[in-house]
């Protein structure tokens, strides 16, 4: 099954998944080299798996002999993250499985909005909308060709008294989101006012409607941010958490007088956290997930977040100086993976071969 390095150097991971034949899944190694992982099978196929301690540190976590007994499927994982302002072209691995794949597409967060409005102290902000999440099944690609996709760069942090950006849309196989085979939209960008008496209202996250995909999640929503008293007074709400694999993202709370809130959960709970700063999601492995959205910030920027890779919107941000903030949204991505199908390990059992 050996592929030539220069097909699969984009992929980061490979990704052994072993199972119970109630089809519980009792481990799951990741490989960081697709020569690992072939020295892997290979051991696997002949029988010698058992007794080869090296081999058997390769994935991690390690593989241990007790778990002979179950069924294996061995997969490629590649994440896209390199951003470009146009279409971008991505390699498809020779020994891509149409029958047998997934393409996950992760939106862009949308930048949290910025007011200083010096003394008079009445700034109202909101945080940017987290980005949608879409997966299909089944891709169709020619092995060995190449597919288009769109990944754009993060939404960039506002200027001094202006709203949030827009996060970027993602798809891939296509020149246009709606022309796509995955794609998913971003999280709206964050307003602004300053003012006694007022409200802005809180940002969409990505709305799962407008994406392309079999399961489609919507991004988390900002909070509304309200000021009602007089000087002084501020109010910034957190950005909304990306949506993911397991769900919509969560939106942050909504904002009073002298009041902020952190940002939204991302996926659901599983991905990044939104209490404060928008952290990093790591449901695909330990750097690739959905992120939760950035702290909305009062007085400074020293209290203000942006978004959490990836997707996750920034928050809010309400400054007594002349700055603007560091709450930008965070960029989306492309998850790619597919059954290795020349492994022909699908439903493999160890003991069948004499382990």
């Given at each position: ?16 998944v ?43 976590p ?34 891509w ?20 409005s010096?003394?008079?102290?009445q ?80 940002s ?17 929503a ?11 007074s ?18 942050s709370?909504?904002?009073g ?21 928008g ?24 209290n ?14 309400a ?12 960029q ?24």
């Open positions: 099954m050996p592929v030539h390095r220069r097909e699969w150097r984009d992929l980061t991971r490979f990704r052994g072993a199972r119970s034949n109630d089809g519980c899944v009792i481990w799951q190694g990741w490989f960081d080299d697709r020569d690992d992982c072939d020295a892997f099978i290979f051991a696997m196929a002949r029988g010698s798996l058992r007794w080869e301690r090296k081999l058997q540190r390769l994935p991690t390690e593989w241990r002999p007790d778990f002979a007994d179950l069924s294996y499927e061995f997969f490629g994982t590649s994440f896209i993250t390199s951003t470009s302002s146009t279409n971008q072209s991505d390699s498809v691995p020779s020994d499985n149409n029958g047998n794949n997934w393409i996950d597409a992760v939106a862009g967060g949308g930048s949290g909005g910025n007011q200083y010096g003394s008079n102290q700034q109202v902000v909101v945080g940017g909308g987290g980005g949608a999440w879409s997966r299909t099944n089944n891709v169709a690609l020619t092995p060995g060709g190449t597919a288009t996709f769109f990944l754009p760069p993060a939404a960039g942090a506002p200027t001094i008294n202006s709203g949030g950006s827009t996060g970027g849309d993602v798809w891939y196989n296509g020149a246009t989101l709606a022309a796509s085979s995955v794609g998913a939209k971003g999280g709206a960008g964050g307003g602004h006012n300053f003012g006694t008496g007022i409200t802005v209202g809180g969409p996250g990505g709305a799962s409607a407008s994406g392309v995909g079999g399961v489609k999640y919507s991004g988390g900002s909070g509304s941010a309200t000021n009602t008293s007089a000087l002084p501020v109010s910034a709400s957190g950005g909304g958490g990306a949506a993911g694999l397991h769900g919509v993202g969560g939106a709370r909504s904002t007088n002298n009041d902020s809130s952190g940002g939204g959960v991302g996926d659901a709970g599983f991905g990044g956290s939104g209490g404060g700063t952290n990093n999601g790591s449901e695909y492995d330990s750097t690739h997930g959905c992120g939760g959205g950035g702290l909305g910030g009062l007085t400074s920027q020293s203000v977040a942006p978004g959490g890779l990836y997707g996750g919107g920034g928050g809010g941000c400054t007594n100086v002349a700055l603007a903030g560091p709450n930008a949204g965070a989306g991505m492309i998850v790619k993976n597919y059954l290795l199908a020349a492994s022909g390990l699908t439903g493999f059992n160890m003991p069948m071969l004499g382990l």
